[in-house]
Nanobody, 122 residues
Framework: QVTMVESGGGTVQAGGSLRLSCAAS????????LGWFRQAPGKEREFVAH????????YYVAAVKGRFTISRDDAENTVYLQMSSLKPEDTAVYYC???????????????WGQGTQVTVSS
């Protein structure tokens, strides 16, 4: 069973940066597509970014494109989300996920982290 644990969340002022990490254990992420999702208070969980196995074709939701970068280090069994130019509307709990078919839909992912809080103050 793959277990995923996020870290790197926190509180930052608007315009600042944070780097989220998600380390997996219990199995290799090498052949999984990896994604990041977020859920703001009172809202549904939404897709943020994904990266396919081998590091191909990173894809972003329009709201974060140009500000966030997803990457993976299969040797470290870790996926990252570098977030820059943060805005108050980026405030949410961020979740990492791994899925054989992982795309933009949450139900395409079999393994999830517990989430890490990101708060952006204005």
């Amino acid at each position: 069973q793959v277990t995923m644990v996020e870290s790197g969340g926190g509180t930052v002022q608007a315009g600042g940066s944070l780097r989220l990490s998600c380390a997996a254990s219990g199995g290799t992420l090498t052949w999984y597509n990896l994604g990041w999702f977020r859920q703001a208070p009172g809202k549904e969980r939404e897709f943020v970014a994904h990266i396919r196995w081998g590091g191909f074709n990173p894809y972003y939701v329009a709201a974060v494109k140009g500000r966030f970068t997803i990457s993976r280090d299969d040797a470290e069994n870790t996926v990252y989300l570098q977030m820059s130019s943060l805005k108050p509307e980026d405030t949410a709990v961020y979740y990492c996920a791994a899925g054989r078919l992982g795309g933009v839909a949450a139900n395409q992912y079999e393994h999830w982290g517990q989430g890490t809080q990101v708060t952006v103050s204005s």
